[in-house]
């Protein structure tokens, strides 16, 4: 077989070394005959000057939380976990200046001017879902100790590009308000299984047609407790953020004409850090401003 424009060169190169000849592809003997398959592949880099969101959700987790044991109506065990994949998921891909996560899902935001893998959708969908997925798998034992992993988990992913900030603040919202809203939900209805005796199928129906402020009042009324004062992380999930903190370490260093000694040395280093707060008002988006770029480039 002959390869590339280069007949004579070709067939000489084969006697030689007949595989590398195959397979080899310089500017001259370019490309063998099937090169053109190449182009069926298509053009998925995402639009310029946009927020590209990769949301992850996690595959049957209802099945996965049944067999894995996991407490009702949240397990911290597996909150955290979720939170220490997404941290590594921030920590080993460039270029991501928020994620949320709640539940089995995580959303992780590019910056607006990232060219990473030459914004190509499927290249950052994809490395963000391994890269989740290998750390879920990898840190399991860190957060569920003696409890196994039964089989191999998966999370499925998609890419949605947002415009501006209000765009991409409006979608966090939503994460966060269907966070708030599950979480009063599932709180209400394993408080009236597990402390109000209630079978499941009660307390579905006692819930038929409340409205938040109903849900509040049960819990307040019937079980003394105060949905607000409710741990943070449940209620309002999990912001990941990148931020400068001064660290100190000591040091021991030769200073010219005295003995060594213990120095210590504080230098400012970026870490991923958690914050289980508001993200819906403009507080949070003041206090950190550095997350969001500006609109009109
Ligand atoms: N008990 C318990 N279950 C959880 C917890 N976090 C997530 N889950 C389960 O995971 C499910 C996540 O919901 P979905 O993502 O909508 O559903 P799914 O079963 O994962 O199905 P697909 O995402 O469509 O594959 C919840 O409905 C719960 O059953 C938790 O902390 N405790
Ligand atoms: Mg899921
Ligand atoms: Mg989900």
Request: aromatic residues 12%; charged residues 25%.
């Amino acid at each position: 077989m002959l390869i590339g424009n280069s007949g004579t060169l070709a067939v000489r190169c084969c006697i030689v070394k007949p595989l590398a000849c195959l397979f080899t592809s310089t500017s001259n003997m370019a490309k063998s005959k099937f090169e053109y398959v190449r182009s069926f592949e298509t053009d998925d880099t995402c639009l310029r000057n946009c927020y590209i969101v990769v949301r992850l959700d996690g595959r049957n987790f209802h099945k996965f939380a049944a067999q894995h044991n996991f407490t009702k109506p949240n397990d911290n065990r597996a909150l955290g976990l979720m939170t220490r994949s997404a941290r590594s998921v921030m920590e080993e891909l460039e270029d991501i200046v928020i994620s949320y996560g709640q539940s089995d899902e995580f959303s992780f935001v590019f910056k607006r001017t990232s060219t990473w893998f030459k914004r190509r959708a499927s290249k950052l969908m994809t490395h963000v879902a391994s890269q989740f997925s290998s750390s879920y798998v990898f840190y399991w034992k860190e957060f569920f100790g003696e409890q196994p992993l039964l089989y191999p988990p998966g999370f499925d992913g998609r890419v949605v590009l947002y415009p501006s900030n209000r765009n991409l603040r409006d979608y966090l919202s939503w994460r966060q308000a269907d966070c708030h809203i599950n979480n009063l939900y599932n709180t209400v209805f394993w408080t009236l299984v597990q402390k109000g005796g209630l079978t499941t199928v009660q307390a579905e129906d006692r819930l038929k047609g409340t409205l938040a402020a109903d849900k509040n009042e049960i819990l307040f009324s019937d079980f003394d407790i105060n949905y607000n004062n409710e741990s943070a992380q449940h209620r309002k999930g999990t912001a990941l953020i990148w931020e400068k903190r001064d660290e100190t370490v000591t040091k021991r260093m030769k200073v010219p004409n005295e003995e060594e000694k213990d120095v210590a040395v504080t230098r400012s280093r970026r870490r991923v850090e958690a914050h289980h707060c508001d993200i819906i008002g403009d507080q949070f988006w003041e206090d950190h401003p550095e997350i969001l770029e500006d609109d009109s480039c």
